[in-house]
């Protein structure tokens, strides 16, 4: 028989942040700080419309941009958060999570081998995601010493004749780190003089710390280049609802549209009815789970400084990148060590592109319980590893 597989796909790693939650899921007492995924429940309006929408029998298939109410709610929302203004029948499109929006915009915008630049670490689907598209992934490794911000320069010695697009991620998954205004405007002008098109995953927006988000796509001439992702997953605790949106110039979010009509046919319409009310009447839950999630990043940044383990502030999202290369091992040795001595589960920072080596990520969207106990275990990891090392050094 013929080989049935297509050997792209093959090639294909499989997710390393699923490697270590398949295991963590199988060991008594285990604590896992692995996954990205809120610990507060859906707010509860939002459930209720969910259940309302059910009781009325709203089962039917939407337009498979989604419903109009539901882009108009998404158009104001965007408009009022972010200061960028867009047409709901023209210029978004319902997506099953941002994921599905940042392949269709891939698959709808890429010729075979246009150039795209991810800057790494970054959110695992974008490589592979650029490849199934008949793109080349073009990856900048991004500076610890940098607070991991895309500079200016990088970006500009990574464009080829090629190039066409760039994907960016802030708040930074896994780094936590953000974009100011000027680190932006730096680089619309080299987008612009390059005449570049931008993927902007805004997932954690309203998860950004000490400053408002701002959105690439409201800087002068940025919103004809930019096409923003964002959805209900992790501002809003509606990670199973699998829910997001993507907003762009209506020329490419007709294709997209396009793309998804044939993959996916409409998002789900109970989600769709339900994101209604998180959008009207959500605000402030949202900014509860934000406030939260500050105080456990707060308390994490304690524990390791008190620990000795080097970590910049991450001031979006809800993850930690600490560094932990004085002890010599690979991350994927670390995260597996610690695994097995104390039953506590991290990803390794190679997960999220090679410049990942010497990191791991840490979630904290977990309740101070957890997180204390987590910690617990991995200061004493540390302090045995290192008094390993001394004794190793006085007798050698």
Not at 108 to 130: A, R
Not at 171 to 200: C, F, Q, W
Not at 212 to 224: D, F, N, Q, Y
Request: hydrophobic share 40%.
């Amino acid at each position: 028989m013929r080989n049935p597989l297509s050997d792209k796909v093959i090639r294909m790693k499989p997710s390393g942040i699923r490697k270590f939650f398949d295991i963590v899921s199988e060991m008594p007492e285990a604590i896992s700080l692995g996954v990205g995924e809120p610990d507060f429940d859906t707010p509860w309006c939002v459930r209720e419309e969910g259940i309302y929408s059910l009781e009325k029998g709203r089962t039917f298939y939407t337009s498979n941009a989604g419903l109009l109410e539901l882009r108009e709610e998404i158009c104001k929302y965007t408009d009022r958060r972010y200061k960028v203004a867009y047409d709901p029948k023209k210029e978004v499109l319902v997506t099953v999570g941002g994921s599905e929006g940042i392949d269709a915009a891939l698959r709808s915008m890429l010729n075979p081998g246009d150039e795209v630049i991810i800057p790494e670490p970054c959110f695992v689907s974008y490589v592979p995601c650029v490849e199934l598209a008949g793109g080349v992934p073009v990856t900048i490794c991004l500076k610890n010493e940098n607070q991991f911000r895309l500079q200016k320069e990088e970006l500009e010695a990574a464009i080829t004749d090629k190039t066409k697009l760039l994907i960016l991620s802030y708040p930074n998954n896994p780094t936590g780190a953000i974009m100011e205004r000027e680190d932006l405007e730096a680089l619309a002008e080299v987008i612009i003089k390059h005449d570049l098109y931008v993927i902007s995953d805004e997932i954690y927006a309203e998860l950004t710390y000490n400053s408002g988000h701002v959105s690439i796509a409201s800087l002068p001439g940025m919103r004809e280049r930019t096409i923003v992702i964002n959805g209900f997953s992790k501002a809003f605790a509606m990670t199973g609802w699998r829910l997001g949106y993507a907003l762009g110039p209506a020329m490419i979010m007709e294709q997209m549209t396009k793309v998804h009509q044939f993959a996916i046919m409409c998002a789900p319409t109970t989600s769709q009815y339900a994101a209604i009310a998180a959008l009207r009447d959500c605000e402030r839950d949202v900014v509860h789970m934000r406030e939260s999630y500050d105080q456990r990043r707060r308390f994490l940044l304690h524990e390791f400084n008190e620990m000795g383990i080097p970590c910049f502030e991450p001031y979006g999202a809800f993850y930690m990148f600490p560094c932990i290369k004085e002890f010599g091992m690979t991350s994927e040795e670390f995260a597996t060590r610690l695994l097995n001595a104390k039953k506590i589960a991290v990803v390794p920072g190679t997960a999220f592109g090679e410049c990942g080596e010497g990191f791991l990520r840490i979630s904290y969207a977990y309740s101070l319980e957890e997180l204390k106990a987590a910690l617990g275990r991995i200061k004493e990891f540390i302090e045995e590893l290192r008094k390993s090392e001394f004794r190793e050094e006085k007798y050698d």
